[in-house]
């Protein structure tokens, strides 16, 4: 079974991140409203005060699981931190890229309805080309299916 293409329509997509992702969510954005879509600003919104990045990935994890979002983007440094704190919540699946082709296999064979990125490790316009590779890329289902399954195993056990 194959997942919808993510960009064939305008979907509404929920951003954060921290003070250090501040710069790349806000470019990352910007890129999605031009191409059509609804984006919603978790925040936060300024680099100049320091915030925690868990904040700002459980909010856009909370509203990708609960379905006020499609998908979601998270940004802080190094795009670690805030990618572990939108894991924990269930449903949500965030994977930390570094370019195209991480982005499109973090969809291809895990479904990740989030994606991450590191402000200080990740250029712009590379974060962007990752974003529309994570958006146009198809979940592939079959044999992936069954380690999603695992998965939502891990998260019933809470």
Do not use: W
Not at 17 to 41: M, N
């Amino acid at each position: 079974a194959s997942g919808r293409a993510r960009y064939t329509l305008a979907m509404r997509i929920a951003v954060g991140s921290d003070h250090a992702g501040y710069a790349l969510k806000t470019a990352v954005a910007e890129h999605l409203a031009a191409a059509g879509h609804d984006v919603v600003d978790l925040g936060t919104d300024s680099a100049e005060a320091s915030v925690d990045y868990p904040d700002f990935g459980a909010a856009v994890g909370r509203a990708v699981a609960g379905g006020d979002a499609e998908a979601g983007i998270c940004v802080c440094g190094s795009g670690i931190g805030i990618s572990i704190a939108a894991n924990k919540i269930p449903g949500v699946r965030a994977a930390l890229v570094h370019d195209v082709t991480t982005a499109a296999l973090s969809r291809r064979h895990n479904d990740a309805n989030v994606v991450c990125l590191g402000e200080r490790t990740t250029g712009r316009q590379v974060a962007l080309d990752a974003v529309d590779a994570f958006f146009t890329t198809d979940y592939e289902g079959g044999r992936h299916q069954r380690r999603l399954d695992e998965i939502a195993g891990l998260e019933a056990e809470r």
